[in-house]
Nanobody
Framework: QVQLVESGGGLVQAGGSLRLSCAFS????????MAWFRQAPGKEREFVAT????????NYVDSVKGRFTISRDNAKSTVYLQMNSLKPEDTAIYYC????????????WGQGTQVTVSS
């Protein structure tokens, strides 16, 4: 069974940076596309970024383009989200998710890590 454990969240001032990590275990990491989602208080969960199995293809929600970078290290079975120029509206619980490359739906989720950006 796939297990995902996020880390790296915290409190940061607007304009600051954080790097989230998600450790993957239980299966062969390079068989999975990975993604980050977030959920702000009172809002639905939204897609943030995704990366394919090799790291050669990435995609972002418009609101984070140019500020966030998703990457992966297949040797360490870890996916990262580098977040720069953070804004108060980035405040949310950030979730790591995994899906096999051959399916469309994310079936595996981490427990989430809180990111709070103060103004």
């Amino acid at each position: 069974q796939v297990q995902l454990v996020e880390s790296g969240g915290g409190l940061v001032q607007a304009g600051g940076s954080l790097r989230l990590s998600c450790a993957f275990s239980g299966r062969t990491f390079s068989n999975y596309a990975m993604a980050w989602f977030r959920q702000a208080p009172g809002k639905e969960r939204e897609f943030v970024a995704t990366i394919n199995w090799s790291g050669g293809s990435t995609n972002y929600v418009d609101s984070v383009k140019g500020r966030f970078t998703i990457s992966r290290d297949n040797a360490k079975s870890t996916v990262y989200l580098q977040m720069n120029s953070l804004k108060p509206e980035d405040t949310a619980i950030y979730y790591c998710a995994a899906r096999l490359e051959v399916v469309n739906e994310y079936h595996f989720w981490g427990q989430g890590t809180q990111v709070t950006v103060s103004s």
